[in-house]
């Protein structure tokens, strides 16, 4: 069956209510908006939530900012601040626990270049304060942080890699950045999912990733990651929808139409949607200026954790530690 | 109504072909294969065929190789001689031209940066000559190259740049290279068209390009294109265009369904894609790889412009003279 | 004779006032301090002093900030508020000129990129006064900008592809960005220099420039430089002449040493340096971080044009116009 | 006592030379020639030799081909080609061990990113043989790559991460590839030096690394080093030693003058240079165009040790598998 690809909790969830009434057994949805941005706390609370949904237990708060897509310095800053509570209200971080921040995906590849990107302006103490005690002392968090690569440039499962450097330098706290896929264009760079539960198995827009999380490096592990792409084919599979919708409107119930489209099932859908993909798999869309998307997107996501991590620090003493 | 986004001659002419029985008048078509390489020659003829291609009258020349999406050293090499003598051939160059390259599109979108991406290895030769006219001799042609950058970057219309530059430096010929869309995803980097109408009105992908032409340079125009994406509005419609076409195989002819579908008319498609990819426009579909394909397809364009104007140069000596 | 290389007017008066008594004939230095920002103008107001300094007749104000090697905002702020004021000073600019921003040098030679860097924060604006005359009105000044690249990536001087845009678009007012070489390590990515003279045959770290300035274009320019490289020959040289001063002082003067040493002529020590740095030319010496100190210092001069040029917008405004 | 930086070992042989007859006791040297590449072999045998050239017993090859500098596409396949046999005598490397090669060095600093730019290219095949062990068997060699970053940037001690990484995948062999200093300017980017002494506490030209050695790793280490910058100290330095001699050689030995000369001790030199190059610590001299320089010496090095690796590869595959 065609399988609509999302990474996205508050899209698992949009999904199942289009079809159903009520909300989804075992799971709690808590929603507030703030001027121009709306906060959506997804949890999900058992086994069953897990099967509906599709991913695991834990808490998946999503911050949306539909406005991100112009520029707007206030705008940025507020979400920086926002994504920082998120974090630390989720992950009950402080200055004295050791930090690492993981950049996942493919520098190579622009719309997967998300995590990487944002790495590049985390602020990284852990050897400051292994060198300088005295200078960054005690009301500095240790943070270190790298981008592992993916497994077609490196030859080593981005999760091995994370793996070993956590056996070796055992933070108390990982947090990992990812690029991910959406199946509304509008959330593109606009929203970011922060969960509790880690990077699951097969999510994120590049390779697909290997579980990595508590159960896998035995350390909490903060999940933040931004829809950059849509897949192909969920566009194709909209334009279908929106087409079979269109046509069950105008005709009546049990005339023959009508039960042509309505015995049309996933398998004819997904025959279509393959036949006008062909021959190339791996297609996204993505707005025309993606590079310039992604370079504002990571340059707030780097703020926010930035501000989570070093409550102590001003910008100043934060963009002097920047490389 | 809504247009189906292409730049290639190929795909014009496939378009109208779909709906009508014989060649187009006023086209002229010759296709030619040469192992997994093939060449389509249109040639568009009066107004009559101008007209109804959509594109000014004048010679596409198209190479079609789609296993360039593997790496092939080989192919790779078999292209950029083909490239270079599909230029000669359309274009009359010889070494005693003076001849400017342009590189069109926007560096800082990655699938509209194949004209700058190509330009970096031209082999430019124009001031060598003027300061060492004895050892750049006459058997070296006078190449100068220059990527003008788009309207959002500078300001000026792309066209303006190039017309103030040609009427400065006064060269024989110019050559453009440009990204292009397509609607068919198994041409992005694959295909390139070569023609001697130079650029049109609103071709490209990046901000609509002006006239730069035989008529507002005062000189030839080669314009040698590439696609690199397809709009998501043309996924969008395929999609439905082919649910159209399994339904209609599905009922007889006459029958209301029938009837419903074929009134469904280009407005309401068109409403149903707005629908589908709202709010965003430019929306593109490119494969996730694209980075990469841009490096290799723009490595074969520079090498095969260089081999049509350099006859005389080894592929040492261009190396030496690439920056 | 070697010739200590220098593109700064304070470092010409340096040199010549370090073997001479009083000011220069022909030259007026004026200089202040604000906290850590120090201005010195030196004016050359005639024949003589233009031989003397090697340089046009004309204002040249030099905004030293030795701080800005530590990152710090408030600093970085301030400098590019001063940079601005200079500007509007040096200038007479108003929101009713049309202008050009020109950044020079190669962007694939990291000390050279400054120009083309700069260029790409710069609010650009012409073509929307154009398209938009309501919206951007006559409070927007009209700004168009522009990277031509260096002679040998486009086979074209620089200054002819600067005249022929000029010719087409007729800006009231052309400003140059350029990267320079100093004889002082300290000055490296601190100093900025804006003089109304224009760009002078030969001046920059790149290949040479031709002369970009009112009497080759017919519109004022305004030229704003930062030094990133000192020659490694200054190097060479300030090594031997500290030398020779250490051994100066340690001996009378007049017997045989001192001798020796006074008739060590200018030959003498270039045929030494040659011997130091050969087979090499272009040799450069700058910080390791150069990379960094390019990106912090372009970021701050596209500021203070962007103040300069478009008082009536603010922060907002203006990132949103930046792509 | 200022230390004349070099991290070849040629070179710390020729600096011993300079005031020594004879060999280096404990050293062994052997030269051979092979048109335009020289190849030398210095072997320190013993605790003797190890101390006078500062580094670990071990064999060095240095492979010099100064022609490098102007691009010629033979020699560079040659240099490669002898890479690849300079790697093969030195590590007894064969298909059936799995190797990790490790990219040292800062990305964002454009002399020391030498070693992740050769990463970029090496085929990587680990996964490969596991994911299709039948199509990439027994006959490919299992490589894996990653570029560490540095100190500043992860907060993780580079030879941690490396250190971490050889536990978690056990490879038989790991390859170093490293940006180093020289004290010539004519051998940068035209001399590689191949040692199985492994990367040494100190060494390389970015942060200083930590020793990444069999000792450290209980894995046999092969560091390459390529020269791309020499410290502006060691210029000062050669200026000074040129002058002195200058001098010397001008007056007689006994005299006052000679005697001045003949006593001015090491502290005397250092003081002069760091007053020629205060206050900036880390000047490096690099040739204008060492982007260019870097690019092509990367491309040479990836070449060599593929080659090395892969020996049942053919360029086409080896082209296939590169991301």
Redesign the interface.
Known sequence: MFNIRTDLAVEAREMYKGGHAGEIPGVLVDESQDDNIKIVKVTILDDDGAKTMGKPIGDYITIEAPDLR?????LEDKVAQKLADVIKKISNVNVNMKVLVIGLGNW?????ALGPKTIENIV?????KELAPLQFGENIC????????V???????TA??V???V???KPDLVITIDALASRR??R?ATTIQVSNTGISPGSG??NKRSAINMESLGVPVIAIGVPT?VD?AT??????E???S??KN??ESG???YN??KNMNDE?KYA??R??????E???????????LIKNISSILSRGINLALQPNLT??EM??L??
Chains 1, 2, 3, 4 share one sequence.
């Open positions: 112009y520029r707007d310095i206030e190579n590849v622009t719309p997967d990284v103490t852990r050897h400051l240790a943070v270190s942080a790298m981008a592992p690569g497994l077609g440039i490196t030859g080593i499962e091995e890699i793996k070993s450097v056996d070796k330098i264009v509008e593109l827009i590049g792409v192909a566009i194709a599979n909209d334009a279908i929106h087409l079979e269109a046509l105008n005709v005339s023959p139409l042509v489209l004819d279509l949607i036949e006008v993909l062909s021959p190339e791996n297609l996204i869309v993505t707005p025309k200026e993606i590079d310039l910008v100043d963009n002097q920047v490389h």
